[in-house]
């Protein structure tokens, strides 16, 4: 049994995200899991349907995307492999591959899709506390007037990850920016921007804008059900 685990914070995207998300999961993940879902509403274990446990962080002074860095802390009492999923991404295949992905101590993370090899993209993580906290929350704690003068949570876990031990990069075939597709040759400029699916991948990461619910693209309003 694994901890899949999703953050759910302030009101940038709708509920439906996280119902959908819990889908795509049922449908992709045969691996037995638990789905957490951390997030600072009250109401929110009656606003979805299915086997979801709603939880809040320990810590409730961090805004926006740096309570993902909470997911490393002793607080949120993970115990063994967790796996991670941003709420603004689309599964397309079977996602068994990336919890089996390196060992149950392995910190498991895409590559950023605009860098080629020194910055990593936290839409998608596996992680065991066991190593996690002393990887990266620890550092955090001890810098975080530095860290949180970056750019976001994926820049701390960048710099703490890099050129460690047992941290191991997803292939990039496995997943695709809706927006850049190519990690070599992002595509920047809106003009460039063709939304195609890219075959063999299982996980469309949908960064900045636009998000899942203003795509037009068929490939995406088949799977983000």
Request: proline share 4%; glycine share 4%.
């Amino acid at each position: 049994m694994i901890n899949f685990c999703c953050v759910y914070y302030g009101t940038k995207y709708k509920v439906e995200y996280v119902q959908k998300l819990y889908n795509m999961i049922q449908r992709h993940l045969t691996i037995p899991h638990k789905f957490i879902c951390f997030t600072d509403n009250i109401r929110l274990n009656k606003m979805v349907e299915g086997d979801i446990e709603c939880k809040p962080f320990h810590y409730h002074n961090y805004q926006g995307w740096w309570n993902k860095l909470q997911l490393f802390s002793p607080e949120v009492e993970l115990e063994g492999v967790n796996f991670y999923l941003d709420l603004d991404v689309v599964l397309l295949d079977s996602i068994d591959k990336f919890v089996e992905y390196g060992n149950e101590d392995s910190f498991c993370i895409t590559r950023d899709f605009s860098y080629s090899d020194r910055m990593w993209n936290s839409s998608v993580m596996k992680w065991n506390n066991k190593t996690a906290t002393d990887l990266i929350w620890k550092p955090f704690l001890a810098n975080k007037t530095q860290f949180m003068s970056l750019q976001g949570d994926q820049n701390v876990i960048s710099d703490c990850i890099r050129d460690k031990d047992n941290c191991l990069s997803y292939p990039d075939e496995w997943t695709f920016s809706y927006k850049w597709r190519s990690r070599i040759k992002p595509a920047f400029s809106r003009e460039d921007w063709t939304f195609e699916q890219v075959p063999g991948a299982s996980i469309a990461v949908f960064h900045g804008s636009p998000n899942p619910h203003e795509s037009d693209q068929d490939w995406v309003k088949n799977n983000w059900i």
